[in-house]
Nanobody, 126 residues
Framework: QVQLVESGGGLVQPGGSLRLSCTAS????????IGWFRQAPGEEREGISC????????YYANSVKGRFTVSRDNAKNTVYLEMNILEPRDTANYYC???????????????????WGQGTQVTVSS
């Protein structure tokens, strides 16, 4: 079994920054990939970023490219999502997820991920 725990969400003003953490434990693959998704009320879950386990390549949705940065600390089994220049449209519940096979050309497809964290709420408001 794999457990993922997100932290770091909160309330921030427009233009501010937050860093989310995703700490993994359990029966992890040696080279596991982590995807970040978000979901706002009434909207579909959106894949926003991924860091591949095999080569540390990173991917971003157009909606966050240039503002968000994903990184990992393997010694801590933790993946970070640094979010800058936050906008009200970034308000959502943010989830990290992993799965046994995450394809680089389908990193944003939620169906490939079978382990999810509980989510952390990010609210961008003045």
């Amino acid at each position: 079994q794999v457990q993922l725990v997100e932290s770091g969400g909160g309330l921030v003003q427009p233009g501010g920054s937050l860093r989310l953490s995703c700490t993994a434990s359990g029966n992890l693959l040696d080279d596991y990939s982590i995807g970040w998704f978000r979901q706002a009320p009434g909207e579909e879950r959106e894949g926003i970023s991924c860091i591949m386990g095999s080569n540390d390549r990173t991917y971003y949705a157009n909606s966050v490219k240039g503002r968000f940065t994903v990184s990992r600390d393997n010694a801590k089994n933790t993946v970070y999502l640094e979010m800058n220049i936050l906008e009200p449209r970034d308000t959502a519940n943010y989830y990290c997820a992993t799965g046994p096979v995450i394809l680089e050309d389908a990193w944003d497809v939620a169906a490939w991920y079978d382990h999810w964290g509980q989510g952390t709420q990010v609210t961008v408001s003045s």
